[in-house]
Each structure stands twice: as C-alpha cells, then as structure tokens.
Nanobody, 123 residues
Framework: QVQLVESGGGLVQAGGSLRLSCAASGSIFSIQAMGWYRQAPGKQRELVATITKGGSTNYADSVKGRFTISRDNAANTVYLQMNSLKPEDTAVYYC?????????????????WGQGTQVTVSS
C-alpha cells in the first residue's frame, strides 16, 4: 500500500501565502503523476495542479500565476506554494499520486489520496 500524508494547511489572511507538502510512503516502485485537488463546502472536488515525474505541470485557470507545484522525486514528496491567496481558495486540499508499487513479489498500479488539509483564507 502507498500512503500520502499532507501538511502545511492553516488560516491565513487574503493576500498571504501557504506552502503545502505531501509525502508518499509505502511499497513504492515509482510515482508518475502527483497532484493537488481541493474541495470547498457544498462543491465537488476540483483539480488544482498536477506534475509529472519529468516535471511537466498543469494548473487550474483559477490558480495560474499564484500557485506553484513542485516535487522532489528522491523524497517522493510534492509541494504546493500558494501565494496571493483569496477567500475563494478556502477548501480542504487533497494530495494525489499514481504509479507502480511493488509488494516483494508483484508489481501493481496504485492511485492514492491523502487525508486532506484545511486551508482557510480570511477576507
């Protein structure tokens, strides 16, 4: 199994910054894509940003120019630097990763989610 643990959420005023981290652990052979998603109360979960193993990135239009996703492949960790935060960024942020895991006998694909971290931006 592959586990993801997020950290770095909190309460910040509009215009402020936060940095989220997500570390993957377990029977990892390789991680392909990692990403951040968010879910605000009463809304569906939406993509925030993704990054491939090679470093290609994709962002939601609502966060382009304000958020930056990065990853440390050696540490199986993905980061989300969030600047110029707005009240509408308030949500639970979830980390996601997909790739291959190795149980010691077999390889298999995985797609795992973290438990979520709350980000609250006050106006």
């Amino acid at each position: 199994q592959v586990q993801l643990v997020e950290s770095g959420g909190g309460l910040v005023q509009a215009g402020g910054s936060l940095r989220l981290s997500c570390a993957a652990s377990g029977s990892i052979f390789s991680i392909q894509a990692m990403g951040w998603y968010r879910q605000a109360p009463g809304k569906q979960r939406e993509l925030v940003a993704t990054i491939t193993k090679g470093g290609s990135t994709n962002y939601a239009d609502s966060v382009k120019g304000r958020f930056t996703i990065s990853r440390d492949n050696a540490a199986n960790t993905v980061y989300l630097q969030m600047n110029s935060l707005k009240p509408e960024d308030t949500a639970v942020y979830y980390c996601n990763a997909d790739g291959l895991e190795y149980s010691g006998r077999y390889y298999g694909s995985f797609n795992s989610w973290g438990q979520g971290t709350q980000v609250t931006v006050s106006s």
